[in-house]
């Protein structure tokens, strides 16, 4: 009799946790009543009541966000009373991706989102977006001013699926003060590893006691470059055909190219020609504009922090080429824009693509490109007052054009495809990290890194399917 | 309750007794059901689901789709994970020993101190006002393998350049400096509350029989410290299980792998990347619970025993 209470509290306890479980099994899934997956035209928005609510998550703080935020008002203010958009700050790229997921769950996506580049096949895979294609189609909207290669890195299948927004190219970057001092010519930057090695030779400066005060190289192992370098190389990524022929199943950085790039990487560092960096890219940029290293990878994104922040002249070059005759495709990295429709009303889809068409006129372009040093995704914002203002003061901006000038348009320079592209990134840097600060082989290092990749895509490309 | 029913009750008392008993029983489990909902809410239900979680496999959104049974834990006897579970016996070793031994010596030089004794004590227990982001910040700043502060000064005195954050034998241990530095504030915030309250006349007793220096320290002071050790023993090995901040933004978990704790590893599977895989996560989470049960029930079975209480 004197331990029923206990009982009954050991039941009581079961209970709600079992009513938890039940609870929380129900509140997966599921989605708020309408939802619109093709383009909506331009005549739902006539006859409203009050401004169709838009709101727009996406991964852009500090000064970017101010300019995204000045684009957002400035949109705000022409639409009065017809759309209003709010912009909301979800943290860095895999934050929001991981934010939306959860949002997917719950049925509360928001309108608009930005998700960055290694998110897209997923993006595509979870089906909540109505296809950028689509818009295009239904409105005969023009995509000639739009950059060719953003484009390419955006179209699955045929078919445009987001749009591109904020995005970059990666440059070499160089001391064009340690080049004169050197005596190299720093108008005509190295162009392939080997000729980075024969400069930064010249670059690397010891004082007295043979230690190293100003290295030849320096930049981060940062998985981008992998991608990159591969590009350039004119190899694909992942097999078939870069994940666009069908689903990719494995990944092929263990490619001899790769390799002899890491090797090469390897010989600089041992040779005390190169720093050796790790993957955090702020501190690359703390080598370069300290002095410490004449030449380093960055995205365009940095030329402005660069100059501001260094007390030499800074040029720039096109990222290098494994071999010379590589056939030289430049990648594209940052993120696009998505306009949800699963769960959202034809007006909401309608409002977002209103304003995505605002984000890509040569006006607002011209204003972004010049606040945010992000490429100008419509060529004609190049033109704008505010972006030839800034390519009065950053001429070193016209080398990023010309290197996307320069690039074939291919499945290799469209970027992989694949599902676990982030993983497939984050391996990437493990393996050829491994290689920098083990006696793993360069081959060895990276065939481990694709080879544990296959799992997580067979897992991947398996429960899509669930 | 009421207690020891006896044979000789008279016989209307049962009834007069049983809603006596079931109105206090009402009311015992109305003073109960706060503690009960907070409990199932908040330990139980995540508890049960952690359990649920684990033996499924998820979707692309993160959902559990497919029942798995064991596979996760079964996944875990591997090369990789025991390489897991090694750095986090490593750095749970590397900051407990030098975070505890480091506080008590402080503590004890400091009683040798007469003048600014409390501004020391206070400038000491100082890290503990840092929050983990900024302490891991401004490390981030000391070892940049970029234009690190630290290797400067080294340069300058003629040392040879340490790459802190780069190198796979020297990372666990630069993010174990980091974290002893932000622990010593506390540890040296307990001991000193500790040593202030030995009784006066035991300190005084023992300097009569003729202790001063490092026997008294050894003798008298650290074991009538026992319980604040202990405590603190303790509280560092559950926060050094549970490490996190420092390791995300000094080292990400790298180089390859080699700074990846069991907490880390949690929050790869779940939060970063391509997927959000809950099940593996979850699996993983239990483990972590197991291990800090088993390492607290040891430090109680084995420590805490030799501890006075005064």
Redesign the interface.
């Known amino acids: 009799m ?1 331990i029923s ?1 206990r009982r ?2 050991v039941r ?2 079961a209970l ?2 079992g009513l ?2 039940v609870l ?1 099994g129900c509140s ?2 599921g989605g708020g009543g309408e939802s619109t997956l093709t383009a909506p035209g331009a005549d739902v928005l006539e006859g409203l009541d009050e401004a169709v609510q838009v709101e727009f998550w996406h991964s852009m703080d500090a000064t970017n966000g101010q300019v995204l935020d000045g684009l957002i008002e400035e949109f705000n203010a022409q639409n009065e009373g017809r759309i209003e958009v709010t912009g909301s700050f979800q943290g860095d790229y ?2 929001a ?2 934010a939306h ?2 949002a ?2 719950q049925g509360e996506t928001a309108e608009l989102i930005m998700i960055f580049d ?2 897209t096949q ?1 993006m595509i ?2 089906g909540q977006t109505v296809p950028a294609q689509s818009f295009i189609d239904a409105d005969g909207y023009d995509t000639d001013p739009i950059e060719d290669a953003l484009l390419n890195y955006f179209t699955v299948d045929g078919e445009l699926r987001s749009f591109p927004f904020n995005n970059s190219t990666p440059l070499m970057y160089i001391n064009r003060d340690a080049f004169e001092e050197a005596g190299l010519d720093p108008d005509s930057p190295p162009t392939d590893l080997a000729e980075i090695r024969e400069a930064a030779e010249e670059l690397t400066v010891r004082d007295d ?1 043979g ?1 190293v005060v100003q290295y030849g190289f ?1 930049a981060a192992t940062y998985g981008w470059f992998v991608e990159q370098f591969m590009a350039r190389a004119g190899v694909p990524y992942c097999d078939n055909a870069n994940g666009r022929s069908g689903r990719a199943t494995e990944v092929l950085y263990d490619d001899p190219k790769v390799v002899e790039m890491i090797e090469w990487w390897q010989g600089m560092v041992d040779d005390e020609l190169a ?6 890219t ?7 504009t ?1 002095g ?2 004449a030449m380093t990878l960055e995205s365009t994104g940095s030329l402005g922090g660069f100059i501001e922040q260094s007390d030499f002249e800074v040029g720039a070059g096109y990222f290098p080429l494994v071999e010379a005759g590589d056939p030289g495709g430049s990648i594209i990295g940052g993120a696009s824009l998505w306009i949800n429709g699963e769960g959202h009303s034809e007006q909401e889809v309608r409002a977002s693509w209103e304003f995505v068409q605002f984000l890509l006129t040569p006006e607002s372009q011209s204003t972004w490109h010049a606040g945010t040093g992000y490429l100008s995704v419509n060529t004609e914002g190049y033109d704008g007052p505010e972006a030839q203002e800034r390519a009065e003061e950053f001429p070193q901006f016209s080398v990023a054009a010309a290197q996307l000038a320069d690039s074939e348009i291919n499945e290799n320079t469209a970027g992989c495809m694949m ?5 497939a990134r ?1 391996a990437a ?2 393996g050829w ?2 290689a ?3 006696d793993t082989p360069a081959e060895d290092a990276m065939a481990e890194a694709a080879d544990r990749l296959n799992t ?1 895509i067979e ?2 490309n398996a ?2 399917e ?1 | 309750m009421t207690t020891t029913p006896t044979a000789t009750a008279p016989p209307e008392a049962p009834p007069l007794r049983r809603t006596r008993r079931s109105k206090e029983t009402v009311l015992a489990w109305g003073f109960l059901a706060p503690s009960i909902v907070v409990f199932a809410l908040f330990l139980a239900y995540p508890l049960g689901r952690t359990v649920y979680l684990s033996m499924h496999g998820n979707d692309i959104i993160g959902r559990p789709s497919r029942f798995v049974g064991f596979s996760h834990f079964a996944e875990m006897a591997s090369p990789e994970f025991g390489q897991v579970l090694l750095t986090t016996l490593l750095f749970t070793l590397g900051t407990v020993v030098p975070g505890v031994a480091g506080a008590l010596a402080i503590v004890l030089l400091l009683e040798g101190v007469i003048r600014g004794q409390r501004l020391l004590r206070g400038a000491f227990a100082l890290p503990f006002a840092f929050s983990v982001a900024s302490a891991s910040v401004i490390f981030v700043v000391f070892y940049s393998s970029g234009n690190s502060v630290l290797n400067g000064i080294l340069y300058r005195v003629g040392l040879s350049q340490v790459p802190w954050l780069t190198s796979q034998e020297m990372a666990l241990w630069s993010v174990c400096i980091t974290t002893v530095w932000m622990n010593l504030g506390y540890g040296v915030l307990v001991l000193a509350a500790g040593i202030g309250s030995i009784p006066k006349e035991i300190n005084e007793a023992a300097r009569i029989d003729g202790a001063t220096g490092v026997r008294l320290a050894r003798d008298v002071t650290v074991p009538m410290l026992g319980p604040q050790l202990f405590f603190l023993i303790v509280i560092s090995t559950i926060n050094a299980l549970q490490g996190f901040g420092q390791i995300h933004i000094l080292t990400r978990g790298g180089p390859s792998g080699s700074t990846t704790t069991l907490v880390y590893s949690i929050f790869e599977e779940a939060f970063a990347y391509s997927t959000s895989d809950f099940g593996r996560a979850s699996a993983q989470a239990l483990v972590l619970l197991l291990v800090v049960l088993v390492c607290t029930a040891i430090q109680f079975g084995s420590i805490e025993r030799k501890v006075h209480y005064a």
């Open positions: 004197r209470p009954h509290a009581a306890a709600i946790t938890g479980l929380s997966g899934g895999d934050t991706l991981a997921r959860a997917i769950q290694l998110g997923f895979d979870s006691d230690t320096g720093v050796h960096i790790g993957r955090n702020d501190d690359a940029q703390a080598a370069f300290s410490r290293a599902g676990v592209m982030a993983d984050a840097e493990e990290e491994t920098l600060t083990s997580p897992e991947y429960s899509v669930d």
